[in-house]
């Protein structure tokens, strides 16, 4: 069965701070991504990871992957209040996505 | 030029009811999806369509029944609405090797059933 897991579930975290979201897969796949999704809104991509070792960095976040841990990390550096929102974790297989039950993340000032 | 567009945006209506959610995107992807969301954000396929064929047809109700007349398109009927139905519909798009084949989502259809 694929299976893609996240923890936490749910963060709350006091501006200023680092923090890392992990996400766990069950099976080995073609890619991963990493998407945003504010309250009440739709999801936007943040990172596409398409090979053992690849890291990516926007700003404040940066997406890691290691295949043979079947492992993900999101980091968050220096959180601020504009990165409350809720993180999915995302596998790829073929054209088949399957999403973690995301990470909702609440930056208190 | 919003990229994929879904209408409506909220859906309110009794129980037993039919209605239809459309989407259409204009990226020129090649695959279109339905997703549902639960009142806990859980993100669960429904549907895929490839070039208006379906390839992925998850343990969903027949009461739900997608189509797709062209490549652009990709509508959601449901028949006989229930309270369980009630959630978020997302309609998305991808096209794989392209921009490595992410998805790309509409703003979502808020369906609430009384």
């Known amino acids: 069965e694929l299976k893609v897991e996240q923890n936490p579930l749910f963060l709350s975290m006091q501006e200023g701070k680092n923090y890392t979201i992990y996400c766990n897969y069950s099976?080995?796949?073609?890619?991963l991504y990493w998407y945003r999704q504010d309250p009440g809104k739709s999801l936007e991509s943040l990172f596409v990871?398409?090979?053992?070792?690849a890291v990516k960095q926007e700003g404040r976040l940066m997406a890691s992957l290691d295949t043979k841990a079947r492992l993900s990390t999101l980091h968050i550096t220096a959180a601020v209040h504009d990165l409350s929102a809720t993180y999915f974790c995302?596998?790829?297989?073929?054209?088949?996505?399957?999403f973690g039950p995301g990470t909702r993340l609440s930056v208190l000032p | 030029d919003t990229a994929v567009s879904q209408t409506p945006k909220y859906l309110v209506t009794q129980m037993g009811n039919d209605k239809s959610i459309k989407c259409e995107q204009n990226?020129?992807?090649?695959?279109m999806y339905w997703y549902k969301q639960d009142s806990k954000k859980f993100l669960k396929i429904m549907f895929s369509?490839?070039?208006?064929?379906?390839?992925i047809n998850e343990t969903v109700p027949n009461r739900f029944s997608p189509k797709s007349p062209d490549k652009a398109h990709l509508n959601l009927h449901i028949n006989s609405l229930e309270l369980g139905d009630s959630a978020v519909y997302f309609c998305?798009?991808?096209?794989?090797?392209?921009?490595?084949?992410?998805?790309?989502f509409g703003e979502g259809s808020r369906l609430t059933v009384l």
């Open positions: 369509y490839n070039n208006k064929e379906l390839i």
């Open positions: 099976t080995t796949s073609d890619r």
């Open positions: 990871l398409l090979s053992n070792g």
């Open positions: 995302v596998r790829s297989y073929g054209q088949n996505f399957v």
């Open positions: 998305a798009s991808s096209q794989e090797w392209e921009k490595a084949g992410e998805l790309f």
């Open positions: 990226l020129g992807h090649d695959t």
